[in-house]
């Protein structure tokens, strides 16, 4: 089992970037591939980018792409997803989740078994 606290979010200006980061506590990090969500107010939580165990593949959602970047330290027990050129559309809750399965990177909240508390981010105009 892990535990997962995401931190970084906070307020910046269209154009910005923020570096999110999100710890684990507990045994076997890198057993996990790692998730990024966001939920934004009134909408489903969707995904946003994925890295595999080692950090040697991931995906992105067509928003995200070109625009973030995401990477793990599992000596540290850490993942990371680096917003640049934000805009207000970025606006949401983000969480950071944890898979077990393996196999092509999951996409869908069902894949994730455990999640953090998330981390707003708000993008102003």
């Known amino acids: 089992q892990v535990q997962l606290v995401e931190s970084g979010g906070g307020l910046v200006q269209a154009g910005g970037s923020l570096r999110l980061s999100c710890a684990a506590s507990g045994r076997g990090f890198s057993y996990y591939n790692m998730g990024w969500f966001r939920q934004a107010p009134g909408k489903e939580r969707e995904f946003v980018a994925g890295?595999?165990?080692?950090?040697?593949?991931?995906n992105f959602a067509d928003s995200a792409k070109g625009r973030f970047t995401v990477s793990r330290d599992n000596a540290k027990n850490t993942v990371y997803l680096q917003m640049n050129s934000l805009n207000p559309e970025d606006t949401a809750v983000y969480y950071c989740?944890?898979?077990?399965?393996?196999?092509?990177?999951?996409?869908?909240?069902?894949?994730?078994?455990?999640w953090g508390q998330g981390t707003q981010v708000t993008v102003s105009s």
């Open positions: 989740a944890a898979s077990g399965l393996w196999g092509t990177l999951q996409m869908t909240t069902t894949a994730y078994s455990y």
């Open positions: 890295i595999s165990r080692s950090g040697d593949s991931a």
